[in-house]
């Protein structure tokens, strides 16, 4: 089994407000290995992305990271000094948004902003290695380097994206966190992204955390899947077994609620209800009130999250005792 | 949900017809550098009674255009759109309200679609008493209870009340449909409607709406860049490209055996969890040509593995693979 590149424990994060505390991350554990694609799945507002933010350090009130650890190659990340942070953001763990319309500043050429963050982190470096950097990087995603110096608005949504992706592989990091990067991109567009990602990720060797609500997208793309609900992981699992023997019930309907594009036209229910709001959360197992299967116990004890070794899962489901 | 139709239904079922409609939109400046884009070319379809016509393309590849003319926001630059035979082209005033009330649209933005100030009651209400002259007093009342209980929020009296900044994207799009329901109509246009609502409540709006179309025989246009949700909610299929219809037929066929090179590439770029991502060796261009009445031949042969030298002359006229399975392309 491979190393853990960054371990997660007990990663707590609240939303404070002036008379009450919203609790968006409850208590998570995973691990991202050394060149592994994890990605992490959910409906909005799960907590999915104040999870990302929260690994990086980017955090910003009212949000606040109030309990856990994260450890990045064996150093505690939540307690990096400035330099240290410096040194960590983007050389160690770099970042590609969703919006990739609004990831790029619209009045500097894109040369700039990638030479930027070379040169910001190696400030020794000469003009010329930055601009050979560039071009070397703009070349990696497939773009032609004649057209580093032109402004985003000249580049379409797919184009801008891969630039992001040029930006955040620039120096050579080791976990790229991608949170939703293709979901405002068409469906060629995206394919084409992916395995762009897939191909430089064979190249490179960094690893990936992956978050999309895509499930279908995740199981092909990701090694393994961590699925989150209402600020919990519910269930971690290799992607063959999200898809062949998922066993929480909510990674079951999450899987139902996308039509396939083969097989037998048959009708699917998707998941009753809505997401309970995160101050109003429900005692006990927090998915029991829209589960079809939840028993009594289920609204009183949150099951735990447990390993099952024959199938390479952990899931919290009082169901699985 | 019963397997799919192959059988054409009889011509008396069809209630829009749009025929060989081009639009164009002038762009640029007020006076200089204008230039025309052509966002439709020769576009043909109908809407049946009781069935889904699922139309199918990226971003600018004229899906929201379709809706809109047949909303009459846009008036088509040359061709036709009939209703009920008749052309939509002359109709003012009375009969374009009627007409209006035939043909509803549900938008793809909840948030955006529904008067934040004003209440969900409120927002029922007013198209009734707009359109449903004959209902008065306590009738109306009963009528709004009634659209929200059939769209699924009940108890009806606990949501007239509410503003929409009270209700989830599911619910709120729920509210569109019961105002779009309120007047009536014979069709139903239905532009993205599930695509900014959270995953878990997308198949009870698709669910809903097929219950419709069912139980009030309502023919419906739906527009959206998902193939497979395309194949679960709408009988048939076509696929635009550029402004042209490329291919249209059955959706069980069109998934399954897509004839042209476009249908193909979108099919194989949906997300498929029973396969592993490979990298290709080379990358098409993904850009879709920006398409003006000087433009020739097929709009996909930049991108297209099998485009021959005609393919940049001409667009082929639409081939017939039968079972209503028809397609434009020179080389199949």
Known sequence: MSSNLMEVRNLTVDYVG????????????FDIREGEAFGLAGESGCGKSTVAFALARLTRLPGLVTGGSVRFMGEEVLEFERERLRKYRWNEVSFVFQSAMNALNPVIPVSEQISDTIWTHNPKATREEIRARAVAMFELVGIPARRLDDYPHQFSGGMRQRICIAIALCLNPRLIIMDEPTTALDVVVQRDIIEQIVDLKAKLGFSVLFITHALGLLIEFCDRIGIMYAGELVEVAPSSAILDAPQHPYTRALGNSFPPLTGPRQRLEGIAGTPPAPRAMPVGC????????????????????????ELGSEAACHLLQ | MSPVAIAASPASDVLVEMRDVDMEFVLGGALVNQHVLRALSGVSFQLRAGRAL??????????STCARLLAR?????????????????????RSLQAYRADVQMVFQDPFGSLNPTQTIGYHLERPLRLHRPELRGGAIKAEVEALLARVGLTPAADFTARRPHELSGGQRQRVAIARAL???PAVLLADEPTSMLDVSVRLGILNLLEDLKTQRNLAALYITHDIATARYFAE??????????????????????PAHPYTQLLIEAVPNPQRKITPRAARRATDIPMWTPESRGCPFV??????LAICREAMPAPTDLGAGHTVRCHNL
């Open chain 1, 18 to 29: 002036e008379n009450a505390i919203a609790r968006a991350v409850n208590g998570i554990d």
């Open chain 1, 286 to 309: 927090r998915f029991a009130p829209r589960c079809g299967q939840a028993m009594p116990v289920c609204s009183l004890i949150a099951p735990e999250l447990k390993v099952y070794p």
């Open chain 2, 54 to 63: 699922a139309l199918v393309g990226e971003s600018g590849s004229g899906k």
């Open chain 2, 73 to 93: 926001v846009y008036r088509p630059a040359r061709g036709s759109i009939a209703f009920k035979g008749a052309d939509i082209e002359p109709l003012r005033g």
């Open chain 2, 182 to 184: 309120s007047v009536q």
């Open chain 2, 236 to 257: 048939d299929t076509a696929v635009l490209y550029a402004g042209h219809l490329v291919e249209q037929g059955p959706s069980g066929v069109i998934t399954s055996t």
């Open chain 2, 302 to 307: 930049a991108r297209c593995p099998r485009a």
